[in-house]
């Protein structure tokens, strides 16, 4: 017998003896790939990406509600760990149009906030430099909370880290501003939503410092 045909001769009892298990795996591999396109599409028509994070700045300017993001990442990217980030996808589908924010027990809600800090304060880390090292810098306290807003006039679903200057929020004006767009009724909603929440439990929010040179 030839080297080839021993080789082949291998590879033919190897099959042969695990045929069973290759055949298992090929199945399951062909169906974790059929429901992972199946539900992406799912998420595509339905305009649903719960596996992002978007960082939402929210302001008014000149009588002027404007939403800008300041960045946007794999949720896995900022949670680091997957059973963190699996369990933020988790609790986005259970907010409601009445409460937008992602319902994390209080006792656990600061370390994923203290995760999205830590994404925030790597693009701000200019301005803390310099602010070390008595530089001119503009700085100012933001609240940060975690929501998912669940219906309304928003083009897509996506987590959103709703960022806004703690003064602002606290002193939002009782008269809706005007409006970028028809979809932001929604945001204002959220908006309104969380000034009240955050005088009832502050403990779902978190402050943040931002440095800009």
Request: aromatic share 8%; hydrophobic share 40%.
């Amino acid at each position: 017998m030839t080297p080839i045909d021993q080789l082949i001769q291998t590879l033919f009892d190897y099959f042969k003896d695990h045929a069973v298990k290759l055949t298992t795996g090929l199945i399951l591999m062909t169906v974790g790939w059929y429901l992972g396109n199946r539900r992406a599409s799912t998420d595509w028509k339905k305009q649903e990406f719960l596996d992002r994070l978007n960082l939402s700045l929210n302001t008014i300017d000149d009588g002027t509600l404007k939403i800008r993001t300041l960045g946007e990442k794999r949720c896995e990217d900022v949670f680091l760990n997957s059973a963190a980030a699996e369990t933020v996808k988790k609790v986005a589908r259970k907010t409601t149009a009445a409460d937008p924010i992602l319902p994390i027990p209080v006792d656990e809600n600061w370390y994923y906030l203290n995760a999205v800090l830590n994404t925030l304060s790597e693009q701000f880390a200019e301005g803390f430099l310099k602010q070390d090292m008595c530089g001119k810098v503009t700085s100012a306290t933001y609240l940060i909370v975690l929501t998912c807003e669940a219906e309304g006039e928003m083009k897509t679903r996506k987590i959103r880290v709703m960022v806004i200057q703690k003064s602002l929020l606290i002193n939002l004006p009782p008269e809706m501003p005007k409006l970028q767009s028809p979809r932001h009724v929604t945001r204002w909603a959220t908006l309104q939503f969380l000034a009240a929440e955050y005088g009832r439990n502050p403990a779902r929010f978190k402050e943040v410092e931002l440095a800009v040179s």
